[in-house]
């Protein structure tokens, strides 16, 4: 029995044709979110919600592998939340879209602030202004 182990540079060929074929795919995505920006939301919004939902059952699985009561507890209180708001999500994507929207709008808006006020700290030192 033999293990042949492809060398680089038999590998590189593939590697950079999936490459470009990725690239082609995301140009094309981007320029349907672009295009059609309700219906490419809505899209990351379900994606989101059923990626709570795994998010959610993956901690109430985890919930039986810990020991601890506490951890226990915690795991199936934490994948609780994640799956009744994953399903929610996905029984209400216009207004998941909406608030995740403006859950997005709210954090960036804070981290500006934090980030005029980390400029200010970092006055003295040299290139703090980039930051601002």
Not at 35 to 64: D, E, K, N, R, Y
Not at 84 to 99: E, K, N, R, S, W
Request: proline share 5%; no cysteine; aromatic share 12%.
């Amino acid at each position: 029995m033999s293990t042949y182990l492809p060398s680089l540079s038999a590998l590189a060929p593939k590697a950079i044709n999936w490459s470009i074929a990725l690239s082609i795919l995301l140009i094309l995505a981007g320029l349907f979110a672009i295009l059609l920006p309700p219906l490419s939301g809505l899209a990351v919004t379900l994606i989101f919600a059923w990626a709570m939902i795994v998010s959610g059952i993956t901690h109430f699985v985890f919930a039986f592998k810990t020991h601890t009561t506490g951890g226990q507890l915690w795991e199936l209180l934490v994948g609780a939340i994640y799956l009744f708001t994953g399903v929610y999500l996905l029984l209400h994507p216009l207004d998941a879209l909406i608030v995740l929207t403006l859950i997005l709008a709210v954090y960036l808006i804070f981290e500006g602030i934090v980030e005029i006020i980390q400029s200010f700290q970092l006055r003295p030192r040299h290139g703090a202004s980039w930051l601002l």
